[in-house]
């Protein structure tokens, strides 16, 4: 039990550790390459935003430079001094002001938030010499959070110079570095979120693996418990089937239960068939005896002296005549019903009229019926009757019927054989008006070897084997028979043959057996 228990534990642990483990790794998967995925995200939007804050700084610049050249002044001041070498005028330190002072240093915190290099070319070519450049580096530190980026961005403008006609314009760069941003601080928070989500994720992932390990196991224990009692030889183990489980897990259990059933009526067919084999093999074994043991008795006999009277002699050959055929008559039905039994026989059947086999089996009887002195009627339909049956094997059945109404009914009793149309195929009827059936014999009537109370020297004549070798051919037919009798008045047999449902296959129907108050007409 706890090897059993070990192993059920066992199992749901390993589905537990499995289905938090395959979370584990997708979790992993997450945080390996969504914060890559975000930095590259964050880059390209502080790249887009220092790129804004260079344009909006250029055109400043632009505008200021513009003002300080038409600001009261007659004539438009010149941005480059034509000295030797050229070098900026007075009025591009004003409008732009120096590293710590002016307009530059002002603008640089607010709106560029990064390090700020002015340049001023004497042409327009970015290769040609620079005469004025100032740097603003940004000093102010940034906001709790804020680190730099090693980032930049340029812009570029030309602005014309009026008071050099005919000059080329001057190309004015800005470029932004190293500014301040929040993307490593928002990474970090937004990493720390998802250790945190993830962790949780985790933990749930392992409840709920709990949960769903046991609504999974619960059912396959549950199974597993009762294959186990079903093999121990409890029978009656069978598993609760709920509609609220998988579909798999109801099917499955559905199917086993379907299975313990068909095994539990196979082995109660089976321990019926063997203590019918049982009985049979007990019953044939007390049918051989009693003719075994008389001609013993009368091979004693004539051994002991008994061959000096011929009177005795001849009696006690015409006795051991009787045993040996009753021995092959017994042995002859033994093999009939084996073969019956064991599906060995199969029907060759044939669309002909059922009184052609009436009429013969009425024929083989007669003689036997008019030496006892019993009358032997039939009453057949005028115009005949087909159906689909095997002449011989049903010929046996009215043999072994007529032959049974003929040693039971008394001198001057009648046998009637009749042959009726149903709604379902033909019945044929055996009625005589001999000793009759008791009540509590009629349901035993098909077994093998059983041989009434009453009668018994009549009955004692037979093997007990002819009304159960009847049965098994009419359920080959499809059919059923059913047989009325009320002692001391007689017994009436009917087989009720179906039209079109005969196989060659043994299928098994219910014997119906009756005892009216009053013998049939």
């Known amino acids: 039990m706890l090897t059993v228990r070990a192993l059920r534990d066992s199992y749901r642990l390993r589905l ?252 109660g067919f089976i321990s019926s068939d063997r203590d019918r084999s049982r009985d049979f093999l007990a019953d044939v074994s007390h049918e051989l005896r009693t003719p075994i043991a008389a001609l013993r008795t009368f091979n004693e006999l004539l051994r002991d002296g008994a061959t000096d009277d011929p009177e005795a002699r001849d009696e006690f050959l015409e006795q051991s005549q009787q045993q040996i055929e009753r021995l092959d008559w017994l042995a002859a039905n033994l093999l009939e019903l084996s073969k019956l039994d064991s599906g060995l026989v199969s029907l060759d059947l044939r669309p002909q009229d059922l009184r052609a086999v009436i009429e013969d089996a009425v024929e083989q009887a007669a003689p036997v019926a008019a030496r006892k002195g019993v009358t032997l009627r039939t009453d057949l339909t005028a115009d005949g009757l087909r159906l689909l049956h095997d002449p011989p094997r049903l010929g046996q059945v009215l043999t072994n019927l007529l032959g049974n109404a003929i040693k039971f009914t008394p001198a001057g009793g009648s046998v009637a054989v009749s042959l009726a149309e149903t709604a379902d195929g033909a019945a044929i009827v055996v009625t005589d008006t001999g000793v009759g059936i008791d009540p509590d014999e009629l349901p035993h009537i098909f077994e093998r070897f059983y041989r009434g109370a009453q009668a018994a020297r009549e009955r004692a004549a037979g093997s007990g084997l002819g009304l159960s070798i009847v049965r098994s051919i009419v359920e080959m037919h499809q059919g059923r028979i059913a047989v009325e009798s009320t002692p001391g008045k007689g017994t009436s047999v009917t087989v009720s043959l179906p039209r079109a449902g005969a196989t060659d296959e043994r299928t098994a129907h219910p014997v119906a057996v009756s005892s009216p108050s009053e013998s049939p007409p």
Do not use: C, H, K
Not at 18 to 38: E, G, H
Not at 190 to 201: E, P, S, T
């Open 16 to 267: 537990v550790l499995a289905f938090a483990l395959m979370v584990a790794i997708a979790l992993a998967l997450v945080l390996a390459t969504l914060p890559r995925l975000l930095d590259g995200y964050f880059l390209r939007q502080e790249r887009e935003a220092l790129d804004d804050r260079a344009a909006l700084l250029a055109a400043l610049v632009l505008e200021q430079l513009v003002q300080y050249q038409t600001l009261g002044a007659e004539a438009p001041p010149p941005i480059v001094l034509p000295t030797d070498p050229p070098r900026a005028s007075d009025m591009v330190f004003r409008a732009l002001g120096t590293s710590a002072l002016g307009y530059v240093a002002t603008l640089a915190p607010v709106v560029a938030q990064a390090d700020v290099v002015i340049t001023i070319a004497v042409g327009s070519d970015p290769g040609d010499p620079v005469v004025y450049r100032l740097d603003v580096p940004l000093g102010a530190p940034g906001d709790v959070g804020q680190q730099r980026e090693e980032m930049s961005s340029v812009e570029s403008f030309e602005l014309t110079d009026p008071y050099w006609t005919g000059s080329p314009a001057r190309l004015v760069t800005v470029s932004l570095a190293n500014p301040y941003s929040f993307r490593a601080q928002t990474l970090e928070t937004i990493v720390g979120v998802m250790l945190a989500a993830a962790f949780l994720a985790l933990v749930v992932a392992v409840v709920a693996s709990i949960i769903l390990a046991e609504r999974l196991t619960g059912p396959i224990r549950r199974l597993t418990q009762a294959s186990r009692a079903l093999a121990e030889g409890d029978l009656a183990a069978r598993v609760a089937v709920t509609e609220s489980g998988s579909a798999e897990i109801t099917e499955l259990a559905s199917a086993f239960n379907v299975m313990a059933d068909r095994l539990s009526e196979s082995i």
